[in-house]
């Protein structure tokens, strides 16, 4: 289950940022970008740049190589049913050049149940030209096109993918054939969704070439020794386990000593360890190895072979898996399916819903089928499973077209780009456990001409009511948000005058958003999120009964989130990016014991969780560990890879661009406070303050942009070379610690320092950055000229640069525990008083109501200058160590702290969540039914589980789990609550309220409390004060038993009125 839980932690946590343009300056030039193309989504026959600030998140999944071979692939979707709406979507939003969508069906109101670009009025309209204006709504760049001819293979060639989601087995085979044969090879995708079974078939010709297999960064490792051997032991340094698994290849570089091993060729890794591996080498001839050395893991194309369709049915080969519990399903349904393409051609319809003779008719084709499959015969076939298959086989159920939209818009992606391993080549799934447990009428199946009528014929009329009826309430607008209320209005979740969807989101909308959060445009950037997705949700069902708040669901909103606002919930769905609110959310939902459907996605991985009353475990029931930090010495004085020089970058970024101009007006805007603050604190840390401070306003002060150029030149010197010359004069290169063992020893890297040089244009351009936010953070005007590489180069010349002489005995923090560099002197405090004298003298000098202007760090703006900054700082760092510098992207995305994502991952997330909201809605479902997913649409590989059920904790004849909350009725005192626990046979020793302990038989005072009310004692001594709209209070009780051992039980409510 530890699989599951892979994404829960951490890695979901985003950074709150601007909106876009609060940064921008008139009279820059913006490059040409993406995103800004003509609206009708004519390329021009030009090569565009990549609008980074756009798809900065897709660009963290794919890198440029992958999203330039996306933007020259044309792709045709066929048939424009729920699965086809959402495939073009998710391709229009990855940057296709084109996407040329084709139906010769009409629009009937059958449609609507899974179609989110079909209103009623476009019922009667081919199907595919209904959806084109709303497909080309989401990316201005991405050509789409209508096709409602009959498709003949003449119309194929022009194409790098095609995808079929309505078509005969027949015509599969025929068009299947001609893109298999085809110069080069048309990646072919036949797919379809029947109720609550679903199917994949890929074949990307007879060798497609598989450039990355699984798109993660190649494992490094620190070399620590190489054995003179055969074969060759590498040992690598204990700083952090290594990746490498048997049979990579791994490639060697700065080894010293054994230097045969740089050659640049590729070796295979043996017995690999979390610290060392092997090497089928023999290196006993070798030279001995000294030190140094990085081994690095190549990654190799792959070679695909795929078989035509017509083979493929005959033969298929191993079936893709996704739930182990129903290991032999996979055949089954490889039947079925072509049993439903046999019936559809015998009676030219699907199977009615809940008709005897259609389902009769249904299963003699399979068994005539399977007959007649010699080879892969099935011995036993599941009659039920058949018969559920064919009544909603007509049916396009919305969470299924989401969670195979998500799949196949990927594997189009893998199609046009070579990026990650495609489905090979069967892929069949199915949720026939969302279905309700009570027996389905045939009466209550039948269609009643309404919206919802594809749903009603899988799950009935009486759960629809109930989807109706429901009471929602969604956390989150963004990405999963989106996709959740696209979702919910097409079932008609909240759409009747008994239910209600509250949303709330506390963020605004920026350019980023838009290549995965589709239900915003580029004019709503800056408005809030909520608003305006509710909106879109509302156009896509106007039935839909919709809430939008801006509120962030946190302690200081229960106002709003209040008691009676919860008790009135069915089912809370998290949409959230940070593990801290996922973790209020949580302990909210165990206290008013509400579901909870948790969902997170990572690049191509995605997770869900099921949080059941009674039932699962809840969210916060397992932690996984905490990401681990690089020490402070090390990303200040010793770093060894480039994360370490991003984070050191955004740091002094940070401290001299944000925090010192703060401390800067805090101190101009009340000295005689400020100045009392830093006396009261008298540590090294506000000593260390006010030494910033006062350079800032003293001799770093800058006048005009000039003094903004010499500042930048200056701190080039310090940063680059001077702090360089005196780490390596402190500890030279031959240095040994106090064990003798050398200093420099792995893995730490001896640095060199850097002569600036203005022939160098990283130089020229860390000078050109830092020098107009240096202005920025002044409020100087900032000429013309000021990134003119030429120009500035001369002003930098006449910079006058002071020769650096290195000190003896400075202190070099090296202690790897350390969490602060900053060392306290006993002198701390006169010191502080002397720079608190030198700022009064400089402030005299200032202009009347002068302030600065701190400058926050906004990653999505490529006009600010924010990414060039941290990305020189980080490369001239790397350049000192001998460490692989990045360009800005790569540096964009780390020290940016950006969470890859696309829109892929998101739409399968949101699809499973909304299969398993049938069962929660119908109620009544065991553990079993609920599934718990991670999948990774790049492998690919899907796992699905039981989610974990709750913890039975039991005294005598009681039992709870974490999700009981023991109520207590009446105003009890003290004295009364020790015997209510003192009659179930547990010791009540101690109860707390919130941080304040109530009572403890330890202390002899708190027994002058016992005939007190409980909620008299809280308000006295914890301070509550219980809102008018409460009516208990909330405690904790520690008790023990006979045995005295400690009893954990549960959260106590005390109703007092």
């Given at each position: 289950?530890?699989?599951?839980?892979?994404?829960?932690?951490?890695?979901?946590?985003?950074?709150?940022?601007?909106?876009?343009?609060?940064?921008?300056?008139?009279?820059?030039?913006?490059?040409?970008?993406?995103?800004?193309?003509?609206?009708?989504?004519?390329?021009?026959?030009?090569?565009?740049?990549?609008?980074?600030?756009?798809?900065?998140?897709?660009?963290?999944?794919?890198?440029?190589?992958?999203?330039?071979?996306?933007?020259?692939?044309?792709?045709?979707?066929?048939?424009?049913?729920?699965?086809?709406?959402?495939?073009?979507?998710?391709?229009?939003?990855?940057?296709?050049?084109?996407?040329?969508?084709?139906?010769?069906?009409?629009?009937?109101?059958?449609?609507?149940?899974?179609?989110?670009?079909?209103?009623?009025?476009?019922?009667?309209?081919?199907?595919?030209?209904?959806?084109?204006?709303?497909?080309?709504?989401?990316?201005?760049?991405?050509?789409?096109?209508?096709?409602?001819?009959?498709?003949?293979?003449?119309?194929?060639?022009?194409?790098?993918?095609?995808?079929?989601?309505?078509?005969?087995?027949?015509?599969?085979?025929?068009?299947?054939?001609?893109?298999?044969?085809?110069?080069?090879?048309?990646?072919?995708?036949?797919?379809?969704?029947?109720?609550?079974?679903?199917?994949?078939?890929?074949?990307?010709?007879?060798?497609?070439?598989?450039?990355?297999?699984?798109?993660?960064?190649?494992?490094?490792?620190?070399?620590?020794?190489?054995?003179?051997?055969?074969?060759?032991?590498?040992?690598?340094?204990?700083?952090?386990?290594?990746?490498?698994?048997?049979?990579?290849?791994?490639?060697?570089?700065?080894?010293?000593?054994?230097?045969?091993?740089?050659?640049?060729?590729?070796?295979?890794?043996?017995?690999?360890?979390?610290?060392?591996?092997?090497?089928?080498?023999?290196?006993?001839?070798?030279?001995?190895?000294?030190?140094?050395?990085?081994?690095?893991?190549?990654?190799?194309?792959?070679?695909?072979?795929f078989k035509a369709l017509r083979d493929a049915m005959r033969d298929p080969g191993d079936f893709l898996l996704?739930?182990?519990?129903?290991?032999?399903?996979?055949?089954?349904?490889?039947?079925?399916?072509?049993?439903?393409?046999?019936?559809?051609?015998?009676?030219?319809?699907?199977?009615?819903?809940?008709?005897?003779?259609?389902?009769?008719?249904?299963?003699?084709?399979?068994?005539?089928?399977?007959?007649?499959?010699?080879?892969?015969?099935?011995?036993?076939?599941?009659?039920?499973?058949?018969?559920?298959?064919?009544?909603?086989?007509?049916?396009?159920?919305?969470?299924?077209?989401?969670?195979?939209?998500?799949?196949?818009?990927?594997?189009?992606?893998?199609?046009?780009?070579?990026?990650?391993?495609?489905?090979?080549?069967?892929?069949?799934?199915?949720?026939?456990?969302?279905?309700?447990?009570?027996?389905?009428?045939?009466?209550?199946?039948?269609?009643?001409?309404?919206?919802?009528?594809?749903?009603?014929?899988?799950?009935?009329?009486?759960?629809?009511?109930?989807?109706?009826?429901?009471?929602?309430?969604?956390?989150?607008?963004?990405?999963?948000?989106?996709?959740?209320?696209k979702n919910l209005a097409l079932m008609g979740v909240s759409c009747s005058c008994e239910g209600k969807l509250?949303?709330?989101?506390?963020?605004?909308?920026?350019?980023?958003?838009?290549?995965?959060?589709?239900?915003?445009?580029?004019?709503?950037?800056?408005?809030?999120?909520?608003?305006?997705?509710?909106?879109?949700?509302?156009?896509?069902?106007?039935?839909?009964?919709?809430?939008?708040?801006?509120?962030?669901?946190?302690?200081?909103?229960?106002?709003?989130?209040?008691?009676?606002?919860?008790?009135?919930?069915?089912?809370?769905?998290?949409?959230?990016?940070?593990?801290?609110?996922?973790?209020?959310?949580?302990?909210?939902?165990?206290?008013?014991?509400?579901?909870?459907?948790?969902?997170?996605?990572?690049?191509?991985?995605?997770?869900?969780?099921?949080?059941?009353?009674?039932?699962?475990?809840?969210?916060?029931?397992?932690?996984?560990?905490?990401?681990?930090?690089?020490?402070?010495?090390?990303?200040?004085?010793?770093?060894?890879?480039?994360?370490?020089?991003?984070?050191?970058?955004?740091?002094?970024?940070?401290?001299?661009?944000?925090?010192?101009?703060?401390?800067?007006?805090?101190?101009?805007?009340?000295?005689?406070?400020?100045?009392?603050?830093?006396?009261?604190?008298?540590?090294?840390?506000?000593?260390?303050?006010?030494?910033?401070?006062?350079?800032?306003?003293?001799?770093?002060?800058?006048?005009?942009?000039?003094?903004?150029?010499?500042?930048?030149?200056?701190?080039?010197?310090?940063?680059?070379?001077?702090?360089?010359?005196?780490?390596?004069?402190?500890?030279?290169?031959?240095?040994?610690?106090?064990?003798?063992?050398?200093?420099?020893?792995?893995?730490?890297?001896?640095?060199?320092?850097?002569?600036?040089?203005?022939?160098?244009?990283?130089?020229?351009?860390?000078?050109?950055?830092?020098?107009?936010?240096?202005?920025?953070?002044?409020?100087?005007?900032?000429?013309?000229?000021?990134?003119?590489?030429?120009?500035?180069?001369?002003?930098?010349?006449?910079?006058?640069?002071?020769?650096?002489?290195?000190?003896?005995?400075?202190?070099?923090?090296?202690?790897?525990?350390?969490?602060?560099?900053?060392?306290?002197?006993?002198?701390?405090?006169?010191?502080?008083?002397?720079?608190?004298?030198?700022?009064?003298?400089?402030?005299?000098?200032?202009?009347?109501?002068?302030?600065?202007?701190?400058?926050?760090?906004?990653?999505?703006?490529?006009?600010?200058?924010?990414?060039?900054?941290?990305?020189?700082?980080?490369?001239?760092?790397?350049?000192?160590?001998?460490?692989?510098?990045?360009?800005?992207?790569?540096?964009?995305?780390?020290?940016?702290?950006?969470?890859?994502?696309?829109?892929?991952?998101?739409?399968?997330?949101?699809?499973?969540?909304?299969?398993?909201?049938?069962?929660?809605?119908?109620?009544?479902?065991?553990?079993?039914d609920y599934r718990n997913t991670f999948a990774n649409l790049a492998l690919p590989l899907f796992s699905m589980?039981?989610?974990?059920?709750?913890?039975?904790?039991?005294?005598?004849?009681?039992?709870?789990?974490?999700?009981?909350?023991?109520?207590?009725?009446?105003?009890?005192?003290?004295?009364?609550?020790?015997?209510?626990?003192?009659?179930?046979?547990?010791?009540?020793?101690?109860?707390?309220?919130?941080?304040?302990?109530?009572?403890?038989?330890?202390?002899?005072?708190?027994?002058?409390?016992?005939?007190?009310?409980?909620?008299?004692?809280?308000?006295?001594?914890?301070?509550?004060?219980?809102?008018?709209?409460?009516?208990?209070?909330?405690?904790?009780?520690?008790?023990?038993?006979?045995?005295?051992?400690?009893?954990?039980?549960?959260?106590?409510?005390?109703?007092?009125?």
């Amino acid at each position: 289950m530890r699989c599951l839980r892979i994404l829960r932690r951490g890695l979901l946590s985003m950074l709150p940022s601007k909106r876009p343009g609060d940064d921008a300056r008139g009279g820059q030039a913006k490059r040409t970008k993406l995103g800004d193309s003509t609206s009708n989504g004519n390329r021009n026959g030009a090569a565009l740049d990549i609008d980074e600030d756009l798809h900065s998140r897709q660009l963290a999944v794919y890198g440029r190589e992958t999203m330039r071979r996306l933007f020259a692939s044309d792709v045709l979707v066929s048939g424009l049913n729920g699965l086809g709406a959402e495939i073009a979507k998710n391709l229009a939003l990855a940057g296709v050049k084109s996407v040329t969508i084709h139906d010769v069906k009409n629009v009937e109101m059958w449609d609507l149940s899974a179609n989110f670009l079909l209103s009623e009025q476009d019922i009667g309209k081919n199907r595919a030209v209904a959806c084109v204006s709303k497909l080309q709504e989401l990316n201005n760049a991405v050509l789409v096109s209508a096709l409602t001819e009959e498709l003949t293979t003449d119309h194929l060639s022009k194409f790098q993918a095609v995808v079929f989601t309505d078509i005969s087995l027949d015509k599969a085979y025929e068009f299947d054939d001609y893109c298999h044969s085809h110069q080069p090879p048309i990646s072919f995708i036949k797919a379809e969704v029947c109720g609550l079974f679903g199917s994949v078939f890929c074949d990307f010709g007879p060798e497609f070439t598989v450039l990355d297999v699984d798109g993660e960064e190649p494992h490094t490792g620190i070399i620590a020794s190489i054995s003179n051997d055969s074969p060759a032991i590498v040992s690598c340094v204990d700083d952090e386990r290594i990746e490498f698994q048997d049979g990579d290849l791994v490639v060697f570089s700065e080894v010293q000593g054994m230097a045969e091993l740089n050659d640049g060729k590729p070796r295979k890794v043996k017995n690999a360890r979390p610290f060392s591996f092997s090497i089928d080498e023999d290196t006993s001839s070798y030279g001995i190895y000294t030190k140094g050395g990085i081994v690095t893991q190549v990654k190799e194309p792959k070679v695909l072979r795929f078989k035509a369709l017509r083979d493929a049915m005959r033969d298929p080969g191993d079936f893709l898996l996704s739930d182990f519990s129903k290991f032999e399903r996979s055949p089954v349904l490889h039947l079925a399916f072509q049993a439903l393409d046999e019936f559809k051609k015998g009676h030219g319809r699907y199977p009615a819903a809940g008709c005897e003779q259609d389902a009769q008719s249904f299963l003699k084709l399979a068994v005539d089928i399977n007959e007649a499959s010699v080879d892969s015969k099935l011995e036993n076939i599941d009659e039920n499973i058949l018969r559920h298959f064919a009544s909603g086989s007509r049916a396009v159920l919305n969470p299924m077209a989401a969670m195979f939209g998500g799949i196949i818009g990927q594997e189009v992606v893998k199609a046009c780009s070579g990026k990650f391993h495609p489905l090979y080549q069967f892929f069949y799934f199915d949720s026939i456990e969302s279905l309700p447990t009570y027996p389905l009428d045939s009466h209550d199946l039948k269609p009643s001409n309404s919206r919802y009528d594809a749903q009603i014929s899988v799950f009935g009329s009486k759960l629809q009511k109930k989807l109706q009826d429901a009471n929602i309430f969604i956390v989150g607008s963004g990405a999963l948000g989106c996709e959740f209320l696209k979702n919910l209005a097409l079932m008609g979740v909240s759409c009747s005058c008994e239910g209600k969807l509250t949303i709330t989101d506390d963020d605004v909308i920026e350019k980023s958003n838009l290549s995965r959060q589709f239900l915003f445009r580029d004019w709503n950037i800056g408005q809030a999120k909520s608003t305006v997705a509710a909106a879109a949700a509302s156009a896509i069902n106007p039935s839909l009964r919709i809430d939008a708040l801006q509120n962030r669901a946190c302690p200081d909103t229960e106002n709003v989130f209040h008691d009676t606002f919860w008790d009135g919930l069915d089912v809370v769905i998290n949409a959230l990016d940070n593990v801290n609110a996922r973790m209020y959310m949580d302990m909210r939902c165990l206290y008013f014991q509400k579901p909870l459907l948790e969902s997170g996605t990572l690049g191509a991985k995605c997770n869900t969780q099921m949080v059941i009353p009674h039932l699962t475990e809840n969210y916060g029931a397992s932690r996984d560990p905490p990401e681990k930090q690089a020490p402070m010495c090390t990303v200040h004085s010793f770093p060894h890879n480039i994360d370490h020089c991003l984070t050191w970058a955004r740091s002094e970024f940070e401290g001299f661009l944000e925090k010192t101009p703060n401390e800067v007006n805090s101190f101009l805007s009340n000295p005689a406070q400020y100045a009392a603050a830093m006396r009261k604190a008298g540590d090294a840390q506000a000593r260390e303050l006010l030494e910033r401070v006062s350079e800032c306003l003293g001799k770093e002060r800058c006048n005009t942009f000039e003094d903004c150029i010499t500042w930048a030149r200056l701190k080039f010197e310090d940063y680059f070379s001077n702090r360089v010359k005196q780490l390596t004069f402190t500890f030279p290169e031959d240095a040994a610690t106090s064990t003798g063992a050398s200093f420099w020893s792995a893995p730490k890297r001896f640095p060199r320092p850097l002569k600036f040089s203005a022939d160098d244009s990283s130089h020229i351009h860390f000078i050109i950055s830092a020098s107009i936010l240096r202005a920025e953070s002044f409020g100087l005007a900032i000429p013309d000229w000021a990134n003119n590489t030429s120009k500035l180069a001369d002003a930098v010349s006449k910079v006058a640069v002071p020769k650096f002489e290195p000190k003896k005995g400075v202190n070099i923090e090296t202690d790897e525990k350390a969490t602060n560099l900053s060392s306290a002197s006993v002198d701390d405090a006169a010191v502080i008083d002397d720079l608190l004298a030198k700022l009064d003298e400089y402030a005299k000098s200032l202009p009347p109501g002068f302030r600065m202007k701190p400058v926050q760090f906004e990653k999505d703006d490529d006009t600010n200058f924010h990414m060039d900054l941290i990305s020189g700082f980080a490369n001239m760092r790397a350049r000192n160590y001998s460490i692989p510098e990045v360009d800005k992207l790569k540096a964009k995305f780390i020290a940016g702290r950006i969470i890859p994502a696309i829109a892929t991952s998101t739409a399968m997330a949101t699809g499973l969540v909304c299969l398993e909201l049938y069962k929660v809605i119908a109620g009544q479902h065991p553990i079993e039914d609920y599934r718990n997913t991670f999948a990774n649409l790049a492998l690919p590989l899907f796992s699905m589980a039981e989610p974990v059920p709750a913890k039975v904790m039991k005294h005598q004849d009681l039992s709870w789990t974490v999700w009981d909350r023991w109520s207590i009725k009446g105003n009890l005192t003290l004295a009364e609550l020790l015997q209510w626990f003192s009659d179930k046979g547990l010791n009540a020793y101690s109860i707390s309220c919130g941080t304040s302990l109530l009572y403890n038989s330890m202390f002899a005072r708190h027994k002058e409390r016992l005939h007190k009310k409980v909620v008299d004692v809280a308000r006295e001594v914890a301070k509550v004060e219980v809102p008018e709209y409460r009516n208990h209070i909330d405690i904790v009780v520690a008790c023990e038993d006979d045995e005295e051992d400690d009893i954990d039980i549960p959260l106590v409510s005390v109703y007092f009125r």
